[in-house]
Structures are given as structure tokens and as C-alpha cells.
């Protein structure tokens, strides 16, 4: 079965928090669900903190979206690697999310409020 990419927006505010930092926090949030996988939540650049965010040199390849470019999160008691990514130039199926980014739910903390 080919794989299938549906992106919408996600409703309502969604938030992003490592320790006691907030992220990034979005009323104009996009849901990406491939296949059958829960959504991934993709936040603005706007929207989120790049003051917190450092780009690394980590890169993967997607089919379906692209090359996925990768940032860690520097808080102020720690760094964490490769906790965010973002589609900069994506496949046409997921246009939608170019710029968008998008965090790891076991890095950082990814909240409908």
C-alpha cells in the first residue's frame, strides 16, 4: 500500500515544553498523519523560540517529505540533540509543513492546552 500523507490543521493551541521552558506555543499548528501513525504536530518558525534551537549537523531522507534538517535544544540546564526537525524544501505531498518544526515527544513535551 502506497504510503499516504493528509496534513490539516491541528485546532486549537498547542505548546512545547522542556523543563520549565516553553518552546514553542501555536495557535496555527499543522498535524501531519502518514499512513496509519499518529499525527506529528508542526509548529511555525514564527511560533517557537529559535533563540532555544541550534541547528545541527544531522540529516535524514524521507520518500514522501524530503530531507529532514535537525536542531538541538539548549536549555538552561541542558542540551538536547537532535530534538527538533524541519522539512525546509519538502515533497509536494507535504508542501504544507516547508519551514514548519517539529519536535521529538520523548525530548520535549508536545501539549494540545
Known amino acids: 500500500m502506497a504510503q499516504t500523507i493528509r496534513i490539516q490543521p491541528a485546532g486549537g493551541t498547542w505548546v512545547v515544553r522542556t523543563g520549565d521552558a516553553v518552546i514553542a506555543e ?8 502518514e ?9 511555525p518558525r514564527a511560533d517557537v523560540g ?9 540529516r535524514t531522507t524521507c520518500p514522501h517529505k ?18 527538533a ?10 508542501a504544507a ?6 519536535f521529538y515527544g520523548d525530548n520535549a513535551a508536545v501539549e494540545q492546552l
Open 26 to 33: 501555536s495557535k496555527a499548528a499543522l498535524a501531519l498523519y
Open 35 to 43: 499512513g496509519d501513525r499518529d499525527p506529528v504536530i508542526y509548529f
Open 50 to 58: 529559535m533563540a532555544f534551537l541550534e541547528p545541527s549537523d544531522s
Open 66 to 83: 524530503g530531507e529532514a534538517f535537525y536542531f538541538s535544544i539548549h536549555g538552561t540546564s541542558q542540551v538536547i540533540p537532535d530534538a
Open 85 to 94: 526537525w524541519s522539512y525546509e524544501t519538502p515533497g509536494s505531498e507535504a
Open 97 to 102: 509543513i516547508a519551514g514548519y518544526i517539529a
